[in-house]
């Protein structure tokens, strides 16, 4: 080849890479202005603002509902049972016959007693007739010996004298030692006479006893409420063979007014008398197991004697109305109160609390938008929001919403926390 030809084809080769090398260039280029382009937006979240107000503090304890009294109707005799004279979970009125144990075999029973008695009153009423005869027979007695006393002492000087024989003195002589000796006998006879009367009486007062004792075990086949109440159901079916040692047959329960009795620790306890000053001026609330606020209010009744030491835990009791006998002994339920009032409290939506193995942070959106962690100390719940104790300020927007999608130092969009109401109670 000629010298203008080479220079031909080295004038081809960088046209060529020339061309060739324009579209990395271009996408080169591309590349660069899409990282030049505009970034994402800041991430939206929610934010509330840290309120500060005054607000009442309550507790809730589980607690059981009881009636006020249980009386448990139990058998006293034993005996077949004959009779059920009521509704299971009927209203029934202090006195009202429930059951009835078959009263023939005490029937029976005070009968014989009563027989016994009339031996017995017939046995003193002839140990008495006894004494007053023993008695006369005494008296006459008395006076024979005094006549045969007479006729001895008036003999004696007469024999002196040999006035009379020595043989009419010796017969007035003894004629007063059998005076004296009848004498004796009815003595005798009289305390024989008081002791039957002793033990007749005794006699009398046993089958007096044992009468009263029959009529008593007769009077306990007929089983009656003691109380107005409620009647449990029946825990033994007719027919059935019942004793004092068995359990209730049934119970009857007054449940208006009714309790609730509910435990708390002793350092709660300590708390609550500090804070509540007098127990017998608290509102008592019940949240029921439904979740419904039970519609009449109720008050402190009394505190047990004694701390359980096997718990630490010491029992109150409260009472409720209970109008139409709505709730029954058994039930579970939340016992609420407001024990006092925290001023000045900080408070923020429980949402924007969270908990990282016993820690507590919140998000704080400062000024200009950015996040920062921030640890609190968190104090009561009082609704939907949490009392913060330490480590907030009032005004500070928390995040309530989405604190989850961001981190520290990132910048966000806030928007106000849409707090939904919690469900109204029935």
């Known amino acids: 080849m000629n010298r203008n030809s080479n220079r031909r084809i080295l004038i081809w080769s960088a046209g060529f890479l020339a061309s060739a090398m324009i579209p990395v260039l271009s996408g080169c280029s591309g590349t660069s202005a899409a990282a030049s382009g505009p970034q994402m937006p800041p991430q939206e979240v929610e934010v509330a603002q840290v309120e500060q107000r005054d607000v009442p503090i309550y507790r809730e304890w589980i607690g059981t509902l009881d009636g006020m009294v249980n009386a448990a109707i139990k058998a006293q005799v034993t005996g077949y049972l004959l009779t059920q004279n009521y509704a299971e979970g009927s209203f029934v009125r202090k006195g009202q016959l429930l059951f009835e144990i078959d009263p023939r075999p005490f029937q029976a029973a005070l009968d014989q007693t009563q027989g016994q008695l009339s031996q017995a009153n017939g046995q003193l009423a002839q140990a008495k007739a006894q004494l007053i005869q023993s008695q006369a027979q005494l008296a006459q007695a008395q006076a024979n010996q005094r006549r045969t006393q007479l006729d001895v002492d008036r003999y004696i000087p007469l024999a002196k004298q040999q006035a009379i024989t020595q043989q009419d003195l010796d017969n007035a002589t003894q004629n007063n030692l059998s005076a004296q000796a009848q004498v004796d006998a009815a003595k005798a006879q009289i305390e024989t006479a008081k002791a039957q009367i002793q033990a007749a009486g005794a006699a009398v007062e046993a089958a007096t006893a044992a009468v009263e004792a029959a009529r ?17 159901k029946a825990q033994v079916q007719i027919g059935n063979l019942v004793n004092p040692s068995a359990g209730p047959i049934t119970t009857v329960s007054t449940l208006d007014p009714i309790k609730a009795e509910f435990t708390v620790s002793e350092q709660e306890y300590l708390k609550f008398t500090r804070t509540a000053n007098d127990f017998g001026r ?32 010491i029992l109150l009791t409260g009472q409720f109305p209970n109008p139409g006998n709505i709730l029954r002994p058994g039930q579970y339920a939340r016992v609420r109160a407001m024990v006092g009032t925290q001023k000045d409290a900080l408070l923020v ?7 990282l193995q016993g820690n507590y942070q919140v998000a704080v959106v400062g000024d200009d938008n950015k996040v920062a962690i921030e640890n609190v100390k968190v104090g009561d719940r009082v609704g939907p929001r949490w009392v913060i104790a330490d480590g907030l300020k009032p005004g500070q927007r928390v995040i309530a919403d989405g604190a989850m999608k961001v981190g520290p130092g990132v910048q966000v969009n806030p928007k106000p926390f849409a707090e939904t109401e919690p469900p109204k109670e029935r």
């Open 216 to 232: 008593v075990n007769l009077g306990f086949t007929h089983l009656t409420s003691p109380i107005d109440g409620i009647a449990g």
């Open 282 to 313: 608290l509102q008592l609330e019940l949240i029921l197991t439904d979740g419904t606020s039970y519609p009449h209010k109720g008050r402190f009744l009394f505190a047990d004697r004694e701390v359980d030491q096997s718990t630490g835990a």
């Open 349 to 355: 939506p429980q949402r924007a609390v969270t908990e």
